[in-house]
């Protein structure tokens, strides 16, 4: 009875410990980092955004009103209307699910490419290390991104599934960073005596060796996340992004709302405010990230 009372309890423990942890953290970041904070604010801002689009949107994205074209902001349309009459606030909401739907979809494939990447380039080192390094990554680093993007885009052609799979590719660079922890890491004691233990080299990696990199990983992340919307911005400005009539951000600052920006600037004005706001939340939210995590920037200057 005693046995099934303590087995019970340990799962409620664990969960404390990690809310406890959790909210301590939180605090740190308030206290020592306000600007991450208030980044970390617009971030949760924008994915609540995505996820409650069609509750917050006061009309539907594709809806068009030949009567209401570029109608200024009113109460009909806080942010007014652009040249089909769509309301502006509806696209920019709809938008962003669209693009936060991108930028996490990318950030979790392109964090697991540069995660493999850089475990099997730090631990096994030597042929392995160079044939990754050297061949993989100073290539693809010494290319200019934004013409292999449109090269690769013009290949496979627009969607949403090329803007996934070429923003992805951004995880080949990232992998320096997970090698740079994993050739701190794999001469520590524990990996010794692991080593000693007869521990075989696939269970070394993912029993030690990847969760040790979860924080240089996180890091990654968050400051992947912002530079991902920002690309896929510009994909969809150039045309190459996800096509009509699903709206993005890049999307509504492009073609005919560019034609119109001097007679109705707000159908640029605010598209690119958000764009701004959100690369800005995350961007400085990462940064904060970076602070508190790495050991080696405590200390630092609060932002």
């Known amino acids: 009875m005693a046995h099934e009372i303590a087995w019970e309890a340990a799962p409620l423990r664990t969960w404390a410990t990690g809310r406890g942890r959790f ?24 994915l609540a955004m995505a996820l409650l689009a069609d509750l917050l949107a006061p009309y539907p994205y594709d809806t068009i009103n030949l009567a209401d074209i ?18 502006l606030l509806s696209r920019i909401i709809f938008g962003g699910r669209v693009s936060i739907y991108v930028a996490l979809t990318t950030v979790v494939i392109s964090v697991t490419i540069a995660t493999t990447l850089g475990v099997l380039s730090g631990w096994l080192g030597g042929r392995v290390d160079a044939l990754i390094q050297q061949l993989l990554v100073n290539t693809w680093i010494a290319l200019p991104a934004l013409l292999i993007l449109l090269a690769l885009a013009s290949i496979i052609g627009p969607g949403l599934f090329t803007v996934v799979f070429i923003l992805s590719l951004g995880g080949i660079s990232g992998s320096r960073v997970v090698r740079s922890s994993v050739m701190s890491i794999k001469s520590a004691p524990f990996i010794e005596a692991a080593q000693a233990m007869g521990a075989t080299t696939p269970w070394i990696m993912l029993r030690h060796i990847v969760p040790n990199t979860f924080a240089p990983v996180i890091i990654l992340a968050s400051i992947d996340f912002g530079r991902i919307i920002l690309a896929e911005a510009t994909l969809s400005f150039l045309g190459f992004g996800v096509p009509p009539p699903f709206p993005t951000w890049g999307q509504m600052l492009s073609g005919d709302s560019l034609s119109h920006f001097h007679d109705a600037p707000w159908t640029m004005l605010w598209p690119g405010l ?17 602070d ?9 200057g609060k932002h």
Not at 23 to 46: T, W, Y
């Open 23 to 46: 909210l301590g953290f939180l605090r740190r970041l308030v206290r020592e980092k306000p600007l991450g904070a208030f980044g970390a604010a617009i971030v949760v801002a924008m």
């Open 274 to 290: 958000v764009l701004t706001l959100a690369v800005f939340g995350s961007n400085v939210f990462g940064d904060a990230l970076r």
């Open 292 to 300: 508190l995590l790495d050991p080696r920037l405590r200390g630092a």
């Open 70 to 87: 570029l109608t200024e902001p009113n109460a009909d349309h806080l942010l007014g209307t652009d040249f089909l009459g769509r309301d």
